[in-house]
């Protein structure tokens, strides 16, 4: 058994020897490679953070840009709001005084015809009251006048027509 045991324990230290003797070999090879290839991962790891840290930055400064917008946007809406309020207010103003001065033209204009409506009826109402004074006039003569006052009457007409045209011919 102790040939056994030796033997295996050869075998044993033959495999440890190989074993070094590749990892040597391997880490003589695939070292650089290796190294390289952990290399360029940590850096384009270290690119993707920055990058991505770079594009959160960006969204933030984008997220805050947009946000002061909003609030320029809210404070010019009621700047839009206030001036539409004045300029409403003051088109309603503008067009109840409008409004009243029509009102007071027309009641001018309405005063204005009723007083010449007044005069015109006035003016009818007298010639009536003459035309019917005169009638009542002519009616009472008719009734109470003779044949000798109408002559008489014709005679003094006459005589009054052809008195101005010889004083006026002296």
């Known amino acids: 058994m102790a040939a056994s045991g030796a033997s295996e324990l050869e075998n044993f230290l ?7 003797i590749l990892g040597a070999a391997i880490w003589y090879f695939a070292r ?13 790891i270290e690119g993707e953070v920055a990058s991505a840290a770079k594009l959160h930055r960006e969204a933030e400064e984008r997220h805050a840009r947009w946000q002061r917008k909003l609030e320029q946007l809210e404070t010019e809406l009621e700047g839009i709001r206030h001036t539409a309020r004045g300029r409403a207010e003051g088109e309603r103003d503008r067009i109840l ?3 009243r001065a029509s009102a007071r033209r027309i009641r001018a204009d309405a005063q204005l015809a ?9 003016e ?8 019917l004074s005169v009638e009542l006039a002519a009616e ?7 044949d000798a ?10 005589t009054e027509i ?4 010889s004083g006026a011919g002296s």
């Open 14 to 20: 033959w495999q440890v020897l190989n074993l070094a």
């Open 32 to 44: 650089k490679p290796l190294v390289n290839w952990f290399r360029e991962r940590r850096d384009r």
């Open 97 to 99: 005084e409008d409004a």
């Open 114 to 122: 009723i007083d010449q409506e007044v005069r015109r009826a006035r």
């Open 124 to 131: 009818e109402l007298r010639r009536e009251a003459s035309d």
């Open 140 to 146: 009472l003569l008719r009734g109470q006048i003779t």
């Open 149 to 158: 006052d109408r002559d008489r009457l014709l005679d003094e007409f006459v």
């Open 162 to 165: 052809e008195r101005p045209s």
